[in-house]
Every structure is written in structure tokens, then in C-alpha cells.
């Protein structure tokens, strides 16, 4: 008797499943401010800045200039400018309307893992900026654009707080903004209908392979409700970086679309911000003539000012 077993093919018919993608942190939207190189709805740009304030050289104070929407591949471009950096510890200075969650969390946690500084600041260049893609910079200056950083009027809201949340030391003062809402977990849907080809063995099914017939057209939906492990991640980070939790009670009792405000005490008493200052005090020209100038101080071999970045001449 023929004992092999009996195989044959069949299709089966439109097979669906849903496909969730991860969430991310609303934006909320506001005007571009006077005297910043931020645009608003660009994605994060990152560079390192000298200090250009008169009678600086030859030693002055350097910084990570961290500017524009938290986006999902922001993280990679911190990454290289902190390989720029190599292994000196410069402060980040941020001013953001926020952006995806994910994307802070991660550079919150690379930001503590090198043992940075953090604040609320922009810059405003000297010359040229990061944005302009005809920008060059001089040899001297080693990959470093010339400008001023500034408290006032720079901001930090949304997801931005978590980003600003893994700085060592972290300031943000009265004249700047940091503002803090709801959660909205964005969930987009696809159908898709898959075609799977399986044999019978012994009276039992087995795949053969499984290939996509179609895909339905995506769809989004929102909510504010946190789930839990959303809850636990905000948790668990807040933990981790020494903030306190309640932080979180604070987001959640405003609205996505509005923005709640956080004051300077109320900043210290959550321990979003270390100690009451601006953020430009960490990068003060000052600290570069103490005894021993901070970490962030780079001295150069002249007391000539580094010439600031200029455009490239039109062909």
C-alpha cells in the first residue's frame, strides 16, 4: 500500500489583518519667533555653536544648537553631531514646539549618557545659518558656526520637555516657554488582504507561502486616552531621569489642543529644571576666564574672532 501522504494546493481566499502603527506626541502649533532661526513645522536641525560675543577669544564657551520639530529620525541626527562633538560635554540648547514621543525619549537618554547639560535658549548666528544649504564655514572655526544664545523668547512644549528632561543640569528661565498637554496617540490602519497557499498532509493544513494580494487605503484615527503601557514608558522615563512623576498628572489635566504653561518654581518643584537661571548662563563668555574653564570652553591660537560662516558665491 502507497502510505506516502496525499498533497494538494488550494488558494484561500482573501485573508485580512490590521496593521497598527506606534504613536506619536501632537504638535502643538505656534508662530516663528522674532530673532530665531526656527521656522516653524521644520524638522529638528542640529549643530555646534561658538560663542561670538565680543572680547570672547581665544577661549570661548561652545554648545549643541538643537532646533525645530522632534521628528522620528531626529534622534540619528543628534547622533552625528555628537560625534562632532567627540568627547567634549556641550550643553544642548533647544527650542522646539515638540514632536514625536519616541524620537525625545531616545535623545533624552542620549543626552544623559554622555552627561549633558540642557536648556531652553536660542541662538541667533552670526553670519549665516545651519538652514541655509549655502552656508560655508571657515577652516578655522572646525566645523563650529559663530552666534549668541538667548532665553528670551525661546520654547520648549509638547514632547520637547522629555528631550530637556535628560540634561545633567537643566535650565529654563521666566523668559522662556515651556508648556506641556495631553498625550494624542495617532493610530494609522491599513487593510490588507493576503493570499495563502497551504497543502494538506495527513489531513492537516500547512502553509506554503503567503503573499500580499492587495492593500486597502490607510487610515488614521486619534485619542488622548493613555493606555498602559504608554503610562508605563512616560513612567518609567520620568523615573529614570529623576524627574518626578507627577509630571505626568500635569500633562494629562490639559487638553491637546491647548498648552499648559509651566512656571519656574513649578519647573523646580517637579525637578524639570535643577536650579532657577537662564539657559545662555551655560554658555556665558564668562565661564571660559574662570580658574578652570568649564568643559564646554574651547580655546583657540589667536585672540582674533573666528570669521563667522559666509554664503557660497552663485556660480
Known sequence: MDRRPKVSLKLLSQMRKWLFALLALSVFSVPALAGTAQQD????????????????????PEWIFAEGKIVGNSPSGLKRILKQAGKRRLPVLINSPGGDIDAAIAMGRMIRARGLDTGVATTRFKGCTPRDPDCRLP?????????????????????????LAGGIERL?????????????????????????????????????????????????????????????????????????????????????????????????????ITRFGTADMLVASAICRQAVPAANCRATMTAQAIPGPVKAPKP
Open 41 to 60: 513645522g521644520q524638522a529638528m536641525v542640529f549643530s555646534i555653536v561658538r560663542n561670538a560675543a565680543p572680547g570672547c577669544e581665544p577661549n570661548c
Open 139 to 163: 577652516p578655522q572655526s572646525q566645523g563650529a558656526y559663530s552666534g549668541n544664545a538667548y532665553s528670551g523668547g525661546a520654547f520648549c512644549m509638547s514632547a520637547c520637555p522629555l528631550m
Open 172 to 272: 529654563a528661565s521666566p523668559w522662556s516657554y515651556v508648556g506641556v498637554h495631553q498625550v494624542t496617540t495617532v493610530y494609522r490602519e491599513a487593510k490588507v488582504t493576503y493570499k495563502t497557499r497551504y497543502r494538506i498532509v495527513d489531513g492537516k493544513k500547512e502553509i506554503v507561502d503567503r503573499t500580499v494580494a492587495s492593500r486597502g487605503p490607510t487610515r488614521t484615527r486619534t485619542t488622548t486616552k493613555l493606555s498602559k503601557p504608554i503610562r508605563k514608558k512616560l513612567i518609567g522615563y520620568f523615573s529614570e531621569m529623576g524627574i518626578r512623576t507627577a509630571t505626568l498628572d500635569v500633562m494629562l489635566s490639559t487638553p491637546p489642543n491647548e498648552m499648559r504653561q509651566l512656571p519656574e518654581n513649578e519647573m523646580l518643584e517637579l525637578k524639570l
